[in-house]
Structure formats: C-alpha cells, structure tokens
C-alpha cells in the first residue's frame, strides 16, 4: 500500500478536462511538503510533469497543472488529448521514509 | 540533456544477491546539484524508493531495505549501482534509476526488469 493515496483510474473524452487527486498524511503533504507529479508510459523513461506543486518544467504543456492544499493535492489536465493517456504518479517527502510516492493513476482518453 | 540507462541481469535466484548499474551519459555524477537515486515498482504496484548516492559518496536509504543495501559510485566510469542481497519474490520489480534536484526526480532510466526465482 502506498504511502500517498491516488484514485486507480480515471478516463475523459478528448477535449474535457480530468483530475487526478493525491491525499497524504501529517507525516509528507500535511507536514507543509512539496507534490510533484510524473507522467509514465510502461516502457519508457518516467517524465517530471509538475514540480514544487504547481511549476511546470520546460517543455511540458501548460494544459497541465498542479494545486495543494494541505494534505491533499491535484494534477488537472485540460483539454485531453490521446497522447496523455499514461500513468500519473504524485510524489512527495515524507519524515520516515524521505521519498514518497502514490499508488498511480491510469489515466484513459475515451 | 543528460541519460541514464539501467543494466544488470533480468534473472537473480532467491538467497543471492542483485546488481545492477546506471549509467550517465551527457552529465557527470560528481555534480553536486544532484542526488543519484534508485527506484523500483513491483508488478502491478507504485514506485517505491531505494535509496540514493551524493558525489561525495553519502548514502540514504530507505528504512526497510536498509539492512540489504549498498549503493556506490565509479566516477571514472560515471555510474552509479546498486547491491541488494538475500532476495526473496518480493524484489521481483522493475528497477529505475534516476537523478535527484531538490525533492523532485527531473531525469529517469527507462527501467530493468528484474525477477527473483526460487
């Protein structure tokens, strides 16, 4: 069982607009730690899509974004395209066990 | 942009030990910037992290692989590896390496496959 809490799936028609949510515990977010959220297609290299919560490294589209608040955090992607259909990972530090991540988010473009 | 490419045997019998290594290409190691870590999902499951190696030879590990694991560094070679011993089915998982800026992993291998056997 993972550490951070994200839902194992969620789907959205091209165009539409989904969101991955990502709860922890006093211990990682709630204890004022950063989220970072990664995209993963099985077989490749993991790609960093937001860092520090909300900033965007270069390159990524800005259809993509991150919130937190408190223990709990959220990647919105906007205007869905078939190429982001992917695995969505959030990670974070945690005081007992330094890098945390979740469970994942398959992520469907129906 | 800097690479890392994971290789090592896909195959390691249960009670023996697993090696594997990153190699970094396009970025040297001795960086101060960054933490040079390892990563690894088991089948069906979410990452979990190793542990990591600072140029200056530090380590951290996770707590609960701790007692099994070694991380170095040859920087001549510009790479970085992993030892875990006495495996069991549970390390069956696919291993990342990956690089560390700040608390965030900005560069990823594209993983190995390894399987424990009995």
């Known amino acids: 069982q993972s550490v951070l809490t994200q839902p194992p799936s969620v789907s959205g028609a091209p165009g539409q607009r989904v969101i991955i949510s990502c709860t922890g515990s006093?211990?990682?977010?709630?204890?004022?730690?950063?989220v970072n959220w990664y995209q993963h297609l099985p077989g490749t290299a993991p790609k960093l899509l937001i860092y520090?919560?909300?900033k965007r490294p270069s390159g990524v589209p800005d259809r993509f974004s991150g919130s937190k608040s408190g223990a709990s955090a959220s990647l919105a992607i906007t205007g869905l395209q078939a190429e982001d259909e992917a695995d969505y990972y959030c990670q974070s530090h945690d005081t007992s066990v330094s890098w945390v991540f979740g469970g994942g988010t398959k992520l469907t473009v129906l | 942009q800097v690479q890392l490419q994971e290789s090592g045997p896909g195959l390691v019998k249960s009670s023996q030990t697993l090696s594997l290594t990153c190699t970094v290409s396009r970025g040297s190691i001795r960086s101060g910037a960054y933490y040079w870590s390892w990563i690894r999902q088991h089948p069906g499951k979410g990452l979990e992290w190793i542990g990591y190696i600072y140029y200056s030879g530090t380590t951290y590990y996770n707590p609960s692989l701790e007692s099994r694991l070694i991380i170095s560094m040859d920087t001549s070679k510009n790479q970085f590896s992993l030892r875990l011993s006495s495996v069991t089915a549970a390390d069956t998982a696919v291993y990342y390496c990956?690089?560390?800026?700040?608390?965030?992993?900005?560069?990823w291998g594209r993983g190995t496959q390894v399987t424990v056997s009995s």
């Open positions: 006093s211990s990682n977010l709630g204890a004022g730690y950063e």
């Open positions: 520090g919560n909300n």
């Open positions: 990956a690089r560390r800026s700040d608390s965030w992993f900005d560069r």
